[in-house]
């Protein structure tokens, strides 16, 4: 029995890189522009966010985008939603990344500052 998917969202998108040495600025410098290109205006995205791990030797990278829900996601990366997706020239920046699916739908609660 597979375990059911999640319907209702909102959903994170969890982008994670481990970068190659000395590729952490470059990386988020294209996350600022051309991965925030990716999700910016399309259909039931609802923001982005990006940054670095904390400890000064971190070659890890997050980039994190909302959904209202997995039917969006689907739209915006096709049959391969549960894959990486790399814009043209990341390869050469990443020595290894993953993407992940969270369903928020159960603990989601953000106060505007």
């Not at 959903?11 to 410098?29: N, P, T």
């Not at 894959?83 to 505007?112: K, M, N, Q």
């Amino acid at each position: 029995m597979q375990p059911k998917r999640p319907e209702r969202g909102p959903i994170l998108r969890l982008f994670e890189v481990r970068a190659k040495a000395g590729c952490v600025g470059e990386l988020l410098a294209r996350f600022a522009t051309t991965s925030a290109e990716v999700v910016l205006d399309e259909p039931g995205n609802e923001g982005y966010f990006f940054g670095r791990e904390i400890t000064a030797e971190a070659e890890t990278v997050l980039f994190a985008s909302v959904w209202r829900d997995l039917d969006a996601v689907r739209a915006r990366f096709g049959d391969d939603w549960e894959s990486s997706f790399l814009p043209e020239g990341y390869e050469a920046l990443i020595e290894t990344c993953s993407v992940r699916h969270v369903d928020l739908s159960e603990g989601w609660h953000l106060e505007p500052s």
